[in-house]
């Protein structure tokens, strides 16, 4: 198989779980897949790598958005604050410069 083609990560899985449940070796999934060796090694790790976040909570996703949503309308008020700030400065400015102008 060609060395640039993109597998799909369901694939991925089901090769990787073939060899770790013992079903095929990696000879094996050479032959049927076309997947060599030094791949399969580098999606075994990186399956066993992040296995753990096949336990993460939905709920840790929800908190995790809401704080960015949290996080999206600070930024919207603070930038409203700081254009206000701004705009009261160059009126400022202004009214000083004319008062020294008299």
Known sequence: MDSERAYSPEFKAKVVL?????RKSADQI????????????????????????????????FHRSRRIEELENLVGKLSRDLDTSS????FMSRVLSTRKAI
């Open 18 to 22: 073939e060899v770790i449940r013992e």
């Open 87 to 90: 705009r009261a400065l160059r």
């Open 30 to 61: 050479y032959t049927d897949y076309g997947v060599p060796g030094d791949l399969l090694d580098r999606w075994t790790q990186e399956l066993l790598g992040n296995a753990y976040l096949a336990f993460v909570s939905r709920e840790s996703e």
